[in-house]
Structure formats: C-alpha cells, structure tokens
C-alpha cells in the first residue's frame, strides 16, 4: 500500500522534515518518492480543489504556497489500502491539533487548525488523485 503525505511550509520551516520522515519508518513505512518543491497557486488549488467556496481556502492556498513542502510517497507491506490510510491517519493526527492525539505529529507539533505541518490522503480516491499532482510513476519506486 503506497499513500501521500505531505510536509507543509511550517514543518520544513521548523526543521521537522526528519522526524516526521522517522516517525513513518518507525511505523514499518518505507520512503518511496521523495523531494522538496514549493507550490504555485495553481497546483495548491489543484491539490484543495474539494475546499473550494469554503471560507478558509484562500488562507489555505496562501499557507501551503508560502514555503517549501515536502511531499514524499510511503509504503508499507502486507496491508490493504483502506487500513492503510487509517494508519497514516492516526500517525498524523487530527486535522484541528486540539482534537489530536498527544503522540502524533499534529499533537505533538502543529500550532493550530491551518498550520497543522502535514497533510495525508484521507482516502483511496484522494490519493489517486493528489499523488500524480506531485509525482508520475516512474518517480515512485518498487
């Protein structure tokens, strides 16, 4: 099962590249695409599209395009896609890091509710949707 996960600006401004990468691995994840880029508002309001006319989307677009990310491509073996989402979603914790459990990296790193460090797929569809919008297949290894 391979899935998204993305390292907002904040979390590459804080140095926080490292120990999100390492809590994946500790997990059984393996990095299968990686690389820093920064995001022009065409490609973050691609990624958000499903936010669009929300109230919060242009604060969004503005964030996410205001510094490097991190987008990288995870594995791990032997588990379903469905569970394995779930299992990145529990690493990463809740999107509001007030509702986020200590232990995961929004409760033990993000500010508030928009600088929340990481973003994960949240399903199979969105992660068939989001990985091309950072990597073709031939960037993301075996």
């Given at each position: 099962m391979k899935t998204l996960v993305i390292i907002k600006p904040d979390g590459v401004e804080r140095g926080l590249v490292g120990e999100i990468i390492s809590r994946f691995e500790k997990c059984g994840f393996s990095v299968k695409a990686l690389k820093i880029t920064q995001l022009n508002r065409e490609t973050a309001k691609k990624l958000y599209?499903?936010?669009?006319?929300?109230?919060?989307?242009?604060?969004?677009?503005?964030?996410?395009?205001?510094?490097?990310?991190?987008?990288?491509?995870?594995?791990?073996?032997?588990?379903?896609?469905?569970?394995?989402?779930?299992?990145?979603?529990?690493?990463?914790?809740?999107?509001?890091?007030?509702?986020?459990?200590?232990?995961?990296?929004?409760?033990?790193?993000?500010?508030?509710?928009?600088?929340?460090?990481?973003?994960?797929?949240d399903s199979e569809e969105s992660n068939l949707y989001e990985t091309p919008i950072f990597f073709n297949k031939e960037e993301i290894l075996d």
């Open positions: 599209a499903v936010h669009e006319g929300k109230k919060f989307f242009d604060d969004l677009i503005e964030y996410v395009t205001s510094g490097p990310v991190v987008p990288m491509v995870i594995e791990i073996k032997d588990i379903g896609i469905g569970e394995g989402i779930r299992l990145v979603r529990k690493i990463v914790g809740a999107t509001n890091p007030m509702e986020a459990e200590m232990g995961s990296i929004r409760g033990d790193y993000a500010s508030d509710i928009s600088h929340n460090v990481v973003h994960a797929s």
